[in-house]
């Protein structure tokens, strides 16, 4: 099954136009030159036809207009994300929701590969991947090995929630912008994901422990 959807996401690049679409009457696309929105379009609409998510290529093709970019640029773009996303399904599975392909296609454009994708559902099991996944993808942006950037993600994930992880993926950020190499800066995210999960139980058992109870006065 996975090669099945390897093969249908390579495909997209290679399908031709298919007839009149949905894609063809998106009223967005308009912002487009008529030569991008053929292109495009031709894309979105073979994403469709495999059971691909086609929004997340209709903001990309939009944010290439407000860009300006060129129109071969622009498909390009849309091409790879296409291709990414059959590739993210293939790992990840059909039944992906769209924020976890879209954060899987964002990981392997960072270089992360399929492996790494299937490594973080394995481990990580029924939970919600958007946030693993972009944490992983943003840390592999940064130069921290793909390899090294999941293991972090993971070990931080069976213990902390996906604001405390996107809050440490914050220090990383800063502390990357004072200087400090992106191994390095990721490193220091057990130690602090340790912290965090620490505060998390003692404020937890804080508001758990009952007031101490009022001694009522004695009579005189």
Known sequence: ????????????????????????????????????????????????????????LVDRALEGASKRAPDALIAAAIRR?????????????????????????????????????????EALGDRHLAVPLGVTADLTARGVPADTAAGIVIALARSVSDGQLLALQRNVERDIALGAAPLAAAGGLLSAGADTQAAGLEIQSAGSTPPPRSTPPRKP
Do not use: N
């Open 81 to 121: 994300l296409a291709g990414d996303l059959g590739r993210a399904r293939a790992a990840l599975g059909p039944g992906t929701p769209q924020p976890e392909l879209v954060a899987a296609a964002d990981a392997l454009r960072a270089g992360a590969s399929p492996e790494v994708l299937v490594r973080l559902r």
């Open 1 to 56: 099954m996975k090669t099945t959807f390897l093969i249908a996401g390579f495909a997209l690049a290679l399908t031709p136009a298919l007839p009149r679409s949905g894609a063809a009457q998106d009223a967005r696309l308009e912002r487009l030159t008529p030569e991008a929105r053929v292109l495009v379009t031709t894309v979105i609409d073979s994403a469709r036809a495999v059971g691909l998510p086609t929004e997340p």
